[in-house]
């Protein structure tokens, strides 16, 4: 189900800085872990990380490990993806997904998603 909405998006020089949110349509983050992914032009979609229901627990592709970072903010009802230090090959679409646990996600079993947003890291 799409109730997940993605925004952030951008044009962005290497190097720099860009953080997407993931906000929820008509229902409450908490309890779920929520995943990110991306799908660069021409290449499979591939998970980024998760953030566990409580937030204690994170997970990254070794691609963006030490890059990104995962949080979430309950009283704002949002779940963040900070990315620092962007490279070129970080151009893709990167869409926001909610499930019971970081494992589902991985799986892809999703219980809701969003239909993602820009990120373009160019010269």
């Known amino acids: 189900q799409v109730k997940l909405v993605e925004s952030g998006g951008g044009l962005v020089q290497p190097g720099n800085s860009l953080r997407l949110s993931c906000a929820p349509s008509g229902f409450s983050l908490n309890g779920y872990a929520i995943g990110w992914f991306r799908q660069a032009p021409g290449k499979e979609r591939e998970g980024v990380g998760c953030i566990s229901s409580s937030g204690g627990i994170t997970r990254y592709a070794d691609s963006v490990k030490g890059r990104f970072t995962i949080s979430r903010d309950s009283a704002k009802n949002t779940v963040y993806l900070q990315m620092n230090s962007l490279k070129i090959e970080d151009t893709a679409v990167y869409s926001c997904?909610?499930?019971?646990?970081?494992?589902?996600?991985?799986?892809?079993?999703?219980?809701?998603w969003g239909q993602g947003t820009q990120v373009t890291v160019s010269s």
């Open positions: 997904a909610a499930a019971t646990s970081c494992t589902a996600i991985a799986q892809r079993t999703v219980v809701y």
